[in-house]
């Protein structure tokens, strides 16, 4: 798989390890994690030369106030962490000359381009005790920021953001060896719309925490970050494949991954295939790709899907086709069997003919491939009626079904009462 990672001159040249193994308690630092808003929207209107060429000038730019003291690193290809070291109103004075600079229009050829900058920002070791422990938090800081901020400064206050106390809760909680037993799946519903009955079921992560059950997808932030999202999917994988087999179900079961991770998410499914292939029919399993368009290249991909269903016909699919700024290319290169259309897709219909049209389109293209249309996001009978009239073949969506947890998982009484809380504490302020 190719990825088109940006070619960035750093000023610092000593590793992270080793700088930080320079700072103790006794030296304050202001760690801040700058985020460029909406960076992918520019890589998608301009191009992979012009969004490298922006990163380098924010770097220059950046450099011009890092000291020989200071650290500075590109991380998660398109942000930046910066250390500033001394005394810490000094830090902070020296943090907004940055912000001004970087904020200054950037020229490429002959167009002015103005970013928009959401900085995180930690003071060690007031906020925290342990440099590592400030650096961890201050990426989920900013990640919890995206969620709910737009540009700005934003320091770590305690009282201000809650946001920590519960942050370092769940962390511990994901570390403890009892967490697997704390996931479990829930299924949603995938119905064919010519019979009126089920056809598979997506699989859908739940975690047990804090006296509620949870969205996995709301601490996915927090499980990518310590590496914990593929043994978390390990874990709900091998516990619906084995509720599928004790209770003969028959229906197809849909699994999502994310494609940064696909061979990641190839050796694993290999791995759990092995030890099914003989008792579950490996052809009622499908593989949903989803955020498929941020790569250039699908030729990759593509071979090792055809490998994948030669040798255990397992089937594939295309999640959250229109959303964001996916394309045609992800549609007419892959070898699927599904093609999920986004809800927002779907949405835009309403107000805008021409969205009909090309759904419309889509779904008669998709005849000629052999491949199956999934509305998503069904949640009125005006949505059910608008899919089944542009030729859509199967629905899902809470007017369909809600996912849910099969009382196998939910050994106690309290638990099944329960139901789901979809509000997070962990990003509520």
Request: hydrophobic letters at 40%.
């Amino acid at each position: 798989m190719k990825y088109l990672l940006p070619k960035i001159k750093m000023v610092s040249t000593q590793r992270r390890g080793n700088y930080f193994s320079k700072i103790d308690d006794k030296t304050p630092c202001l760690i801040a994690y700058i985020d460029i808003m909406n960076f992918s929207f520019l890589g998608f209107k301009y191009g992979y030369r012009v969004t490298n060429k922006i990163l380098n000038i924010i770097c220059e730019r950046i450099s011009r106030y890092v000291t020989k003291d200071d650290f500075l690193e590109n991380i998660y290809a398109d942000d930046f962490i910066l250390i500033l070291k001394g005394q810490l109103d000094e830090c902070e004075k020296k943090l907004l000359k940055i912000k001004e600079e970087i904020e200054k229009p950037i020229r490429i050829d002959n167009e002015f381009i103005e970013l928009n900058f959401r900085i995180a920002v930690i003071r060690y070791p007031f906020d925290f005790n342990d440099i590592q422990e400030a650096y961890n938090y201050v990426i989920l800081f900013c990640k919890y920021l995206k969620k709910q901020k737009g540009p700005g400064i934003y320091f770590l206050d305690e009282f201000a953001f809650p946001i920590l106390k519960k942050l370092r809760k769940f962390t511990n909680f994901i570390l403890t060896k009892d967490f697997p037993k704390h996931l479990m799946p829930a299924l949603q519903g995938i119905w064919d719309l010519n019979t009126s009955e089920v056809y598979g079921y997506e699989v859908l992560s739940r975690i047990q925490y804090d006296g509620k059950i949870y969205s996995a997808s709301q601490f996915m932030d927090v499980l990518e970050y310590f590496k914990m999202n593929l043994k978390s999917d390990e874990i709900i994988i091998n516990k619906a494949l084995q509720y599928k087999l004790e209770t003969k179900d028959q229906h197809v079961y849909f699994f999502n991954i994310i494609p940064k991770f696909f061979y990641q998410y190839v050796e694993l499914i290999t791995h759990i295939f092995k030890n099914f292939k003989n008792s579950i029919d490996l052809g009622q399993i499908c593989i949903e790709l989803t955020e498929i368009s941020e790569f250039s290249e699908f030729e990759d991909i593509n071979n090792t899907i055809l490998k994948l269903k030669e040798k255990y016909g397992i089937k594939f699919a295309i999640d959250d086709f229109g959303s964001g700024y996916s394309n045609l290319n992800v549609f007419t290169t892959l070898h699927v069997d599904f093609l999920k259309i986004d809800k927002e897709l779907i949405d835009k219909t309403i107000n805008e003919p021409i969205t009909g049209y090309l759904l419309k389109s889509i779904s008669e293209l998709s005849l000629f491939r052999n491949i199956a249309i999934i509305g998503e996001g069904i949640d009125s009978p005006f949505k059910l009626r608008l899919i089944n009239k542009i030729g859509f073949d199967y629905g899902q969506g809470y007017y369909l079904s809600k996912p849910e947890i099969p009382t196998y998982f939910l050994t106690d009484e309290k638990d099944q009462n329960k139901g789901e809380d979809t509000n997070l504490p962990l990003y509520k302020l």
